[in-house]
């Protein structure tokens, strides 16, 4: 997209495009909806009954075992980071939206499993599956979403609001699960359990049928050959009078540049010379950050952490925070084009979850189970929501996006989405061993190692995270060429001397120094 363009058109122009983006970004309300759920029918009675066991210990007077726990909730990541890991591939052979179609069928089957079967072997099964379909529903409605509808198809100042649609549509998802669980548990028998379930079906209906009507990535297109499929695709994404054509060539250009260097393009490819391992380094760490953060335990035991807390109604609790978490999401996505800066937002909101998960657990450690902690409890959980919704989330999965080399995006995002499953995985696998009575029962007094894996996130941030609001995808690229450090990138005044990958010998740029305005040639 020429940078003319880009200053000619507003967002209103592109109303095609955003409302394609805003489509395909539902694929993470189902992520959203699946993880609401599932945390709540750990904390239902029916559920329990049919999976768990007696424990007159407990609140409930029931319990699952930590290990069922952690495969419950486990194997959807474990899924979703196979699924996700394969992204490369399914990228360049398969397509967005095949991938996304197919995705949706394994929804509809999974979920059918969970709602017909009283085997817990039925019960893993599905979730494996449905996990299998996520992986490919987030990182295909990522790189849709970030790749051709946000860096492609409108200006790169709005990169930041398309990407927090998807981290809006998993909280908002999250808040649905919960409120749908809080009425359901009040069910008597299987269906308060089988309900819930039942609800996942309606977002891959509508993103299966609403997949009809928008064009397929026109950069895909134009990669596969298909140049005329991908002017008619640009057509229908464009506003009218945009350049379509000049465009398309300005694309066969880039992709004929990027092709001479890019047979045979693997992972390996990744971290083969220092400016792409740099950019895979960071685009993958970036995302996964947000493990660090501690989010997953919260999303996916939150209902079952404040049952087990005995902290008042949990459902109701869960249902306040979520809500909470929603509002901060959605200020953030009217905020994120004018004040969303990178790095500041991410440390601040790193800081705020450390603090916050620290002073719940000084608290419980020094006043457990009465009804001020139980208080602090809640209110320190709000203040992590907002710090992990506004702060946090959409800015991981911002940098993990436009951070990348162009030419290895679909590797670089699939790789960091993997990552980033992993650690999620990780997360829901060695929680239950922490809170669950039958086992270490550490309960609030788990977030003092969140605490410490909040601080080594924000820090690292602090020194390797360049801050590029604002800029276009060839100056993202220019800067990293340059071997401009992650401070620098702030105050960088981009050249034009972009070229593709290692075919540059060097790079001239020009830094203005802050507060004198001077411009100082420099080389690297």
């Not at 394969?86 to 996304?100: D, E, H, M, P, Q």
């Not at 996505?333 to 004040?339: M, R, V």
């Not at 060839?474 to 800067?479: A, G, K, N, P």
Request: hydrophobic share 45%.
């Amino acid at each position: 997209m020429s940078t003319d363009q880009e200053k000619t058109w507003g967002m209103r122009d592109h109303w095609k495009a955003m409302l394609a983006m805003t489509l395909v970004s539902l694929s993470s309300f189902q992520y959203g909806v699946d993880f609401g759920i599932i945390g709540g029918l750990q904390a239902m009675i029916p559920f329990l009954q049919v999976f768990g066991q007696k424990d007159p210990s407990t609140p409930l007077g029931y319990n699952i075992s930590s290990d069922r726990q952690q495969l419950i909730a486990s194997l959807m990541v474990l899924g979703a980071f196979v699924s996700s890991s394969s992204a490369g591939f399914t990228a360049k052979w398969i397509g967005r939206k095949l991938s996304l179609w197919i995705a949706c069928v394994g929804v509809f089957v999974s979920t059918a499993l969970m709602q017909a079967t009283t085997s817990i072997g039925g019960l893993y099964a599905g979730r494996l599956i449905i996990g299998l379909a996520n992986g490919v529903l987030m990182t295909h409605s990522q790189l849709y979403v970030t790749y051709l509808l946000v860096q492609e198809s409108v200006p790169g100042r709005y990169r930041g609001l398309g990407i927090s649609f998807l981290s809006y549509w998993i909280s908002f998802g999250s808040l649905v699960g919960t409120i749908v669980d809080n009425f359901a548990a009040k069910i008597a028998g299987k269906n308060a359990y089988i309900i819930p379930l039942g609800i996942v079906h309606i977002v891959p209906g509508i993103l299966f049928i609403g997949l009809f009507f928008i064009p397929e990535s026109p950069r895909w297109l134009a990669a596969k050959g298909n140049f005329e499929k991908a002017e008619r695709a640009l057509q229908r994404l464009r506003p009218r009078g945009w350049a379509v054509a000049q465009e398309l060539e300005e694309m066969r250009t880039t992709l004929e540049a990027e092709a001479r260097l890019q047979k045979g393009v693997g992972y390996l490819d990744l971290f083969r010379n220092s400016i792409d391992r740099r950019r895979s380094t960071i685009a993958v760490l970036a995302l996964t950050s947000q493990a660090a953060s501690g989010s997953m335990f919260v999303i996916s035991y939150g209902t079952y952490f404040f049952e087990m807390a005995n902290v008042g109604n949990a459902f109701e609790n869960s249902c306040i925070l979520t809500g909470v978490g929603v509002v901060a999401l959605l200020t953030t996505t009217f905020l994120i084009t004018k004040f969303g800066r990178r790095r500041l937002m991410m440390i601040t909101g790193f800081v705020l979850c450390g603090l916050s998960q620290l002073i719940i657990a000084i608290i419980y450690t020094v006043h457990p189970n009465t009804e001020s902690s139980g208080k602090a409890l809640v209110g320190m959980s709000v203040i992590y929501i907002i710090a992990y919704n506004a702060m946090v989330a959409p800015y991981a999965w911002l940098s993990g996006g436009e951070l990348s080399s162009q030419r290895l995006r679909s590797h670089t995002f699939g790789l960091a989405t993997g990552v980033g499953f992993f650690f999620a995985w990780l997360t829901t696998f060695t929680a239950p061993y922490f809170i669950n009575p039958d086992s270490l029962n550490w309960g609030p007094k788990y977030g003092y190692i969140w605490t410490g894996s909040c601080a080594i996130a924000a820090i690292w941030i602090f020194v390797f995270l360049p801050e590029v609001k604002d800029r276009t995808l060839e100056e993202i690229d220019e800067m990293f060429e340059a071997k401009v450090p992650a401070r620098k990138f702030r105050k960088y005044r981009c050249t034009g001397t972009h070229v593709v990958l290692n075919e540059k010998t060097e790079t001239v740029y020009i830094e203005e120094r802050a507060g004198n305005g001077k411009e100082v040639d420099a080389k690297v």
